[in-house]
């Protein structure tokens, strides 16, 4: 189920600053009474393009932290929020319970934790202005959606986001909806599995159609024989080596659209 545990953590070449910080006071947030907790990762050289990862239903948990220094490793500043503050922790370490939280989550708050996210990151002092998005699983359907509002991200990345899935009144708005493709305005990469059976490799036809039909810029790869929540750093897993060329087209497009000298 996506990523629920950092089974290779990075060694060597951490960030020189990590800290825990509070998303409040945002420029144009001013009456949304914004306390978003996050996990902030630095690189030595600042100031730096920076990267707002959004994680998948088990939360900001050690393996979105690790991507967080990975990151800096390479030289960005990342932010981790943690989307899930208004509801508190997992009762229980399962599947079932992380679900269960996610599908209370509401949309248009998460949305809103997102865009102040992005304001936020891009005013602080270690960030050089240019703010890109990386998310998975549920993170990668929030990639999608915030590729098509202000504030604009400079590249967004989803690892298996889902274009399409069960619409509720508190999340309403799916990424393949015909407004949200029209209103794109970041460039995306979009990855999965062809396995993906979670995802359905015809839902990914289908935003693919859609997002050619109104000429976004997107990129999209789809790695044979590998299922849903494929990235691993630990070289001995099935997935690694797709997992290396997926994480290196990340590097890349961030490198690309976010000015990293």
């Not at 994680?55 to 899930?84: K, Q, T």
Request: glycine letters at 10%; proline letters at 7%; charged letters at 20%.
């Amino acid at each position: 189920m996506c990523h629920e545990t950092c089974p290779r953590p990075i060694s060597g070449g951490a960030p020189v600053e990590e800290t825990e910080v509070t998303i409040d006071h945002v420029a144009g947030f001013e009456d949304q009474r914004l306390a978003v907790p996050a996990f902030l990762a630095v690189p030595e050289r600042t100031p730096a393009p920076a990267v707002l990862i959004l994680h998948d239903i088990n939360g900001a948990n050690d393996f979105y932290r690790d991507l967080a220094r990975r990151l800096a490793a390479e030289g960005f500043v990342a932010l981790l929020p943690d989307l899930f503050h208004r509801l508190g922790p997992l009762t229980e370490q399962s599947r079932e319970a992380a679900r269960a939280r996610g599908m209370q989550l509401d949309q248009g708050q998460a949305l809103m934790d997102i865009r102040a996210s992005l304001v936020w990151l891009g005013a602080h002092g270690a960030t050089s202005g240019a703010v890109g998005t990386l998310g998975f699983c549920m993170g990668g359907t929030y990639v999608m959606l915030a590729a098509a509002r202000a504030p604009l991200p400079a590249a967004s990345v989803a690892f298996y986001g889902f274009p399409v899935r069960e619409r509720t009144p508190i999340a309403a708005k799916l990424p393949i909806d015909e407004d949200e493709v029209a209103n794109i305005g970041s460039p995306l990469l979009l990855l999965w599995g062809d396995q993906d059976g979670a995802v359905g490799m015809e839902n990914v036809a289908r935003y693919r159609a859609s997002l050619e039909r109104y000429g976004k810029p997107a990129e999209s790869v789809i790695y044979p024989g590998i299922g849903h929540g494929f990235l691993t750093f630990d070289p001995e897993a099935e997935a690694f080596g797709p997992s290396q060329d997926a994480w290196q087209r990340t590097l890349a497009v961030f490198r690309q659209h976010l000015g990293q000298q």
